[in-house]
């Protein structure tokens, strides 16, 4: 049984290449000819070696030169590391039968100058042998590709198929079991072997790929065709057994989705012959880049894919680079109908805008919490990507659809669930949101798909909320003590808030600093902010915090900016947002900047101008309610 753990290796399922050259994996059910080298075809072709052929042996020359060879790596390297040469050339010619006589001791004997210990065909060597006839265990080794490092021996990798037999065998015999017995109990070592079951196949099937990368050759689509076919048989072997719950085979069906969803992504790349050799090879490139071990995150990267089409737009990066960025993507386990049903359960908007999340679903809310400040970084810039990676044209397909929105809803989530000291940079935030493509896309899909579109608009926008509030927090805090003031437009520094900052500070002290600045920066505190040149003696001005001020207010502008493009208000209400103890909440106003209690809120004097002549806005450097009379004004 524990044949089922692997796809049958045969031609019919190989991986295929160019007519000119002949698949890597064509051969693969005689598998053992990986393990034969140039002594065996020498010692082959010369019609034997054995110690009674009346005939000159024809590799006693081959032998002499691999005796020369490791008498050069003894030197060079050890007596550990000639052994270990001298037993793989033992072994080289006893797994091909041949028996040493006394011509293989004298050269032997000659060569060295050490007397002979005695070669043969050991019983270590033939139980080796023996065990690579076995279809697991050639399997195992071609799984070893996927699984160890890439840099691994051949001795290493034969180990860990041997070794990985004996695995294979316990797993299958806990299914059997699991499958056989009535109230069975599941448990720990139950599921274990289910997910050696699925990740044997999938170690498999990656580690022809990257043997077949290695060697130049190409994955034609009736390949993955046939591996598909081997999987569909795969999922009757490893099928949930009776008397199993939900949430016990919860993770288990979560394993042979992924599955299932790589082979659908290659499916709908298959239509172009140049995109699917391109992904198949970048998801091979990806395996050999991050190391043994890393099919899941290959597994994770075609899940997120819905639209392998899109691919064919990528500019400026490499698809490899491309799939190991979205393997990290947070996968939500949620579809569009489910995410606009819980959206229908939040309450209403009371402005006329979008519909703001104030409780996730609850399987959104599992697979966002107690994510590290990594995850929440890679996840969200694995999204970003994957959405930008459209335009209005891909979203005419419904798999493009499903990528932006399910992307799209997966950012304002991790947004919705980020730590209160974590802050996304402006230029971060530029690009996950706040480009024309994105709004463009938005935009295009509400034509499109409009529940998909408002399930868009209402993740992003709380997402945005939250992260405009945590900015706000963090931007007040660092202000305290900056030692400059915003203007509305930029940090300004004078002699007050230089001497508010440190009240030991003398008039002649601030004016000294000033000058400073005016001299090195031209009184450009954006610059000054870069830190390029020392501060003077004793002066605890600090360039760090009025950088990362500058950034805050960046971001909060690309966030209102997008906000606004997201969330337009064609009533006459507009909700303000604020925070109340760490909540964002809402309240409906009147027309906006119809009443001073409605007044805009602006930040540059370009923002002035764009107002209606007759409105009222807050002056930003004093907090004054100002009607705008004028274009100046």
């Known amino acids: 049984m524990a044949d089922l753990f692997a796809p049958k290796l045969q031609s019919e399922v190989a ?9 890597a994996l064509g051969a693969l059910a005689n598998l053992g000819s990986f393990f034969v080298d140039q002594y065996s075809r020498e010692q082959r072709a010369g019609g034997g070696g054995s110690a009674g052929s009346t005939k000159a042996d024809p590799n006693l020359a081959v032998f002499a030169q691999g005796l020369e060879r490791v008498e050069a790596i003894r030197d060079q390297k050890g007596e550990s590391a000639g052994q270990m040469a001298e037993r793989q050339l033992a072994k ?13 001791e004298d050269v032997y004997t000659t060569t060295t100058g050490r007397q002979w210990a ?3 065909r050991n019983v270590e060597s033939m139980m080796i042998q023996e065990a690579l006839k076995d279809s697991d265990v050639q399997a195992s080794y071609i799984a070893s590709f996927s699984v160890l490092p890439q840099d691994s021996s051949e001795e290493q990798r034969v180990d860990y198929a041997i070794g990985q037999k004996a695995t294979i065998t316990a797993a299958a015999n806990v299914i059997a079991k699991s499958k056989a017995e009535a109230g069975y109990t599941w448990t720990v070592q139950t599921e274990a072997a289910y997910a050696e079951g699925i990740d044997s196949f999938v170690n498999v099937g990656m580690g022809a790929l990257i043997q077949n990368t290695q060697s130049g050759g190409r994955v034609g689509p009736q390949a993955i065709a046939n591996m598909q076919a081997q999987w569909a048989q795969q999922k009757v072997a490893i099928s949930r057994p009776s008397n199993i719950t939900d949430d016990q085979w919860k993770s288990t069906q979560a394993k042979i989705t992924s599955v299932d969803n790589m082979f659908e992504m290659l499916d709908k790349a298959a239509g172009s012959d140049v995109l699917f050799e391109e992904i198949t090879t970048a998801l091979s490139n990806a395996l050999l880049t991050e190391g043994g071990g890393s099919t899941a995150s290959i597994l994770a990267a075609a899940t997120a894919i819905k639209d392998p089409a899109s691919l064919s737009s990528i500019s400026g990066v490499s698809a490899t680079t491309f799939i190991m960025d979205v393997s990290k993507s947070i996968n939500l386990d949620i579809t569009q109908p489910e ?3 819980s959206l229908l359960e939040q309450p209403d908007a009371v402005d006329g805008g979008v ?7 609850a399987a959104i809310q599992e697979m966002t919490a107690n994510l590290s400040p990594q995850q929440h970084f890679d996840g969200l810039n694995a999204s970003g990507k994957l959405t930008n990676l459209l335009d209005p044209n891909s979203l005419q397909r419904p798999e493009g659809q499903a990528q932006f929105v399910l992307n799209a809803a997966s950012m304002g989530a991790v947004m919705m669930s980020m730590e209160n ?3 996304l940079s402006a230029d971060f935030l530029k690009m996950l949101v706040g480009n024309p493509n994105f709004t463009r896309n938005v935009n295009a899909l509400d034509g499109i798909n409009p529940e998909g579109a408002a399930v868009v608009r209402s993740y992003v926008v709380s997402g945005l909320n939250t992260e405009l509030a945590r900015q706000q927090r963090n ?3 660092i202000e305290e003590g900056l030692g400059a003031v915003w203007d509305g437009s930029k940090y300004i520094i004078t002699r007050e808030s230089i001497m508010a900052k440190d009240p030991k500070m003398s008039v002649q002290q601030a004016d000294g600093f000033l000058a400073w600045v005016a001299q090195n920066y031209g009184g450009n505190t954006q610059s000054l902010a870069d830190g390029m040149v020392p501060l003077p003696e004793g002066m605890g001005f600090n360039p760090q915090g009025l950088s990362a001020a500058y950034d805050r207010r960046n971001a909060m502008k690309i966030i209102k900016s997008s906000l606004n493009e997201l969330n337009p208000i064609t009533t006459d209400e507009l909700a303000e947002v604020g925070i109340v103890e760490g909540e964002i909440t809402s309240r409906p106003l009147g027309k906006q900047g119809s009443t001073p209690d409605t007044a805009f809120v602006v930040n540059t004097v370009e923002e002035v101008n764009a107002l209606p002549i007759g409105s009222f806005f807050i002056n930003p450097s004093n907090g004054a309610i100002i009607r705008k009379t004028g274009a100046g004004n």
Do not use: K
Request: net charge negative; aromatic share 18%.
């Open 92 to 104: 080289n010619f006893a797994d091909v039968g041949v028996e040493f006589g006394s011509d293989y």
């Open 15 to 23: 991986f295929e290449r160019p007519v000119e050259a002949p698949s």
């Open 118 to 120: 005695g070669y043969g």
């Open 355 to 361: 519909t703001t999340i104030t409780n996730l679903p």
């Open 339 to 341: 995410l606009f049903s």
């Open 475 to 477: 931007v007040a805090s």
């Open 421 to 423: 000291d974590q802050f």
